[in-house]
């Protein structure tokens, strides 16, 4: 019988941990390790830092889940991967064995890349629970004293979305208290312009974003670098299409929000053969690391190229859709090995997202990743708010329920096109 050991319990592992319990021997065990107590629900993030949700409207405990499902749980931080002799290297020095490896423990925040960014520097954070729960307390006393807002994504960043999100989302909370008349707003970000998303744009989202900032007064600076941060204080340098600097810009702000790059975890930074130089983890067709065939990975800590090559470098995003389709590729996949053969399942690698701008939104789908696509479509609109609450709460029903993809979203997906499986 198989130990299957999948590390980390986010968007990609806690589906991660249900599919393949479901489609595990009886015999055999699967286990997840996680350096926390709780899921929660990561594109509610920009919601809490606004104080539109509770975090515990999107935080549950993984302990009774998994319990529930007889999935073991090691609640501690793996400290590092040893796949030549098929170990979990814990926090507290012991080892766990697998004989599989599902790694989905998303990015390490890169904050550290640039003076003064970050929650222990001068900039809010949404990409934890724990950064935007800190982010709604300071944005608590921006409101009692408001100023300039300087909001966006670092050179290096990948996920431009919840920027924008974020960038509307506070537009819309400013205009609801009748303060945005006092608060001036500059997007700066890597991109070389505005709506490309690491994406290579997706429909018209240039055009759409632009017009959006357009109308509502939002500044922008494109192929930027943010070179230092201080309090109150934004040095950034602009460049041209060559990527040679431009134009440099200090850009004083009361509250900041910025992505920051992302890098791949501790634990298998550096690991030969597992990881790349910056962390993540190269992967087959399959979802299996080259050099360890018995390690997957999923989700954001997966090694993807960039679309295109851009004056100042970026990312490609990694999106629910995806993620939630390479979760079924692994499950399946590690099924055959477990059967003795050979792997057959393929994620699409889709781009499917709804964004949310506080009161409307956008709902994109890239089909391919990589341009010129069968389907580009972008599409701005009330509907795609309403569609993320939905969505929200639709994701933290499964996780509650311990399901991972029930019939009628096979059906709702199907229809509309978007195969998580290739040739299905
Ligand atoms: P995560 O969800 O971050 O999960 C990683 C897990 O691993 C966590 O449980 C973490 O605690 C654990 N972990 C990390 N290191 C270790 C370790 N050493 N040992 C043990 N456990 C560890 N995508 C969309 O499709 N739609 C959206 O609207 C959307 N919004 C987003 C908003 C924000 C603010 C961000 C940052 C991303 C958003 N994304 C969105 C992109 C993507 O869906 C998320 O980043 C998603 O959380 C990635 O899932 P993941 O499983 O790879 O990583
Ligand atoms: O897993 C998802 C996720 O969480 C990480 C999101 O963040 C909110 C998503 O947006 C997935 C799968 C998505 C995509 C949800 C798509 C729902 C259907 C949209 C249909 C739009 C075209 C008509």
Redesign the pocket.
Same mark, same amino acid.
């Given at each position: 019988m198989a130990h299957i050991v999948i590390?980390?319990?986010?968007?990609? %592992?806690m589906p991660m941990a249900y599919e393949m319990k479901q489609l595990a021997r009886p015999g055999d065990e699967v286990t997840v /390790?996680?350096?926390?107590a709780t899921?929660h629900f990561?594109?509610s993030?920009?919601w809490v830092a606004v104080s539109w949700r509770k975090r515990a409207e999107i935080e549950l405990e993984i302990a009774p889940l998994l319990a529930a499902r007889k999935i073991r749980f090691i609640q501690?931080?793996?400290?590092r991967v040893h796949p030549g002799r098929n170990q979990v290297e814990l926090a507290d020095g012991s080892f766990v064995d697998y004989d599989y490896l599902v790694i989905?423990? %998303?990015?390490r925040l890169a904050f550290e890349e640039i003076p003064g960014l970050g929650p222990d520097g001068h900039t809010q954070s /949404?990409?934890h629970v724990d950064h935007a729960t800190t982010a709604a307390g300071v944005w608590s006393d921006f409101i009692a004293d408001p100023g300039p807002i300087v909001v966006g994504a670092v050179q290096g960043a990948s996920?431009f979305?919840?920027a924008y999100?974020f960038a509307f989302i506070m537009e819309t909370d400013l205009r609801k208290r009748k303060l945005r008349d006092r608060v001036p707003m500059t997007f700066v970000t890597s991109e070389p312009y505005i709506g490309h998303l690491g994406l290579g744009g997706v429909g018209d989202s240039k055009g759409m974003l632009e017009s959006m900032f357009r109308e509502r007064h939002i500044k922008w600076i494109c192929n930027a670098k943010v070179t230092r941060v201080e309090e109150g204080n934004m040095f950034v340098t602009e460049h041209d299409d060559e990527g040679k600097p431009k134009k440099e810009h200090e850009l004083p702000f009361r509250y900041s929000m910025m992505?920051p790059a992302f890098k791949g975890?501790?634990?298998v930074f550096g690991v030969e053969g597992l990881s790349n130089p910056r962390g993540f983890v190269p992967i087959d067709a399959y979802q299996r690391n080259p050099a360890y065939p018995n390690v997957y990975a999923?989700?954001?800590?997966v090694a993807i190229p960039p679309v295109e090559t851009t004056p100042v470098p970026i990312g490609t995003?990694?999106?629910?859709?995806m993620?939630e389709s390479m979760v079924t590729a692994t499950a399946k996949n590690i099924r055959a090995a477990l059967d003795g053969h050979e792997p057959g399942e393929k994620a699409t690698w889709n781009a499917v997202?709804?964004?949310?701008f506080g009161s409307s939104g956008a709902a994109f789908i890239a089909l391919p990743q990589i341009p010129p696509r069968n389907v580009n479509w972008v599409s701005e609109g009330k509907w795609v708010h309403l569609a993320?609450v939905a969505f929200e709460k639709y994701f933290m029903y499964k996780v509650r329920k311990g399901k991972s993809e029930p019939i009628y979203e096979k059906i709702v997906m199907d229809a509309l096109g978007v195969m998580k499986l290739k040739g299905r």
């Amino acid at each position: 019988m198989a130990h299957i050991v999948i590390i980390g319990a986010g968007i990609g %592992g806690m589906p991660m941990a249900y599919e393949m319990k479901q489609l595990a021997r009886p015999g055999d065990e699967v286990t997840v /390790i996680a350096n926390t107590a709780t899921f929660h629900f990561v594109p509610s993030n920009p919601w809490v830092a606004v104080s539109w949700r509770k975090r515990a409207e999107i935080e549950l405990e993984i302990a009774p889940l998994l319990a529930a499902r007889k999935i073991r749980f090691i609640q501690q931080a793996a400290a590092r991967v040893h796949p030549g002799r098929n170990q979990v290297e814990l926090a507290d020095g012991s080892f766990v064995d697998y004989d599989y490896l599902v790694i989905a423990t %998303g990015p390490r925040l890169a904050f550290e890349e640039i003076p003064g960014l970050g929650p222990d520097g001068h900039t809010q954070s /949404i990409c934890h629970v724990d950064h935007a729960t800190t982010a709604a307390g300071v944005w608590s006393d921006f409101i009692a004293d408001p100023g300039p807002i300087v909001v966006g994504a670092v050179q290096g960043a990948s996920c431009f979305g919840p920027a924008y999100e974020f960038a509307f989302i506070m537009e819309t909370d400013l205009r609801k208290r009748k303060l945005r008349d006092r608060v001036p707003m500059t997007f700066v970000t890597s991109e070389p312009y505005i709506g490309h998303l690491g994406l290579g744009g997706v429909g018209d989202s240039k055009g759409m974003l632009e017009s959006m900032f357009r109308e509502r007064h939002i500044k922008w600076i494109c192929n930027a670098k943010v070179t230092r941060v201080e309090e109150g204080n934004m040095f950034v340098t602009e460049h041209d299409d060559e990527g040679k600097p431009k134009k440099e810009h200090e850009l004083p702000f009361r509250y900041s929000m910025m992505l920051p790059a992302f890098k791949g975890v501790d634990a298998v930074f550096g690991v030969e053969g597992l990881s790349n130089p910056r962390g993540f983890v190269p992967i087959d067709a399959y979802q299996r690391n080259p050099a360890y065939p018995n390690v997957y990975a999923i989700g954001v800590c997966v090694a993807i190229p960039p679309v295109e090559t851009t004056p100042v470098p970026i990312g490609t995003p990694k999106t629910g859709f995806m993620i939630e389709s390479m979760v079924t590729a692994t499950a399946k996949n590690i099924r055959a090995a477990l059967d003795g053969h050979e792997p057959g399942e393929k994620a699409t690698w889709n781009a499917v997202c709804l964004a949310d701008f506080g009161s409307s939104g956008a709902a994109f789908i890239a089909l391919p990743q990589i341009p010129p696509r069968n389907v580009n479509w972008v599409s701005e609109g009330k509907w795609v708010h309403l569609a993320k609450v939905a969505f929200e709460k639709y994701f933290m029903y499964k996780v509650r329920k311990g399901k991972s993809e029930p019939i009628y979203e096979k059906i709702v997906m199907d229809a509309l096109g978007v195969m998580k499986l290739k040739g299905r």
